[in-house]
């Protein structure tokens, strides 16, 4: 059996020694390579692109909330990513699978729970824990901002996230190795996708997607 290379992304030890512990009990043989903040898991994703799966907390350091999540979908289409949090109601985990994400796991899960989890996503379908009973998304503004961002492509994604880290343009067109004038092409094609004005509204409808987290 071929190995399986598995990241898993979280910045408490204790929890990724659980998640490794998950991993290893799993039939065959898997490669597992940790990250304890979002750029870490984003530099593990770049250098190990032949990974099947991330495991990737939502609330990691570097980055906030679903926000990690939609860069690396943007960044890195082909990597099944599996969300793993404390925050685990219907709404979260609900706006996770519609921002793409491959499954959810809650952090109150047992090993057993996890290790399924992980075996259902690598087996190709979605992973979501036993209550969650799906529906739909109870607030119209949210669910129009979930289509519209569904509307970007994935290098617009990217720069809409990190418009959400505070970066200028020009720190955007350094990181992405373009002209400062096609990201600002980038942020004009946002701002009409998003049908706002400036991109302090676009960053505040980001926000709103993650006000359910907000405990």
Avoid: C, W
């Amino acid at each position: 059996m071929q190995e399986q290379t598995i990241i898993i992304a979280d910045d408490h030890p204790l929890f990724r020694d659980a998640l490794r512990q998950a991993v290893i009990g799993m039939e065959g043989r898997q490669a597992i390579v940790e990250a304890g903040d979002f750029a870490a898991a984003r530099k593990a994703a770049g250098a190990h692109a032949e990974a099947d799966l991330m495991l990737l907390d939502l609330a990691m350091p570097g980055v906030s909330g679903f926000s990690g999540l939609m860069a690396l979908r943007s960044e890195f289409a082909s990597l099944p990513i599996i969300i793993v949090s404390a925050t685990d109601d219907a709404t979260t985990i609900r706006r996770a699978l519609e921002l793409g994400a491959s499954g959810f796991i809650s952090k109150s899960a047992g090993i057993e729970d996890i290790r399924r989890s992980i075996q259902t996503v690598l087996a190709g379908d979605i992973a979501t824990p036993e209550n969650y009973r799906g529906g739909q998304e109870q607030d119209p503004d949210v669910a129009d901002l979930i289509h519209r961002l569904h509307t970007l492509t994935p290098q617009q994604s990217r720069v809409l996230t990190m418009l959400g880290e505070g970066l200028l343009n020009k720190q955007i067109a350094y990181e992405l190795g373009v002209s400062e004038a096609t990201i600002k092409a980038h942020v004009s094609a946002i701002l009409l996708k998003l049908d706002v004005d400036s991109r302090t509204q676009a960053v505040i409808q980001l926000g709103k997607i993650n006000m359910a987290m907000v405990a």
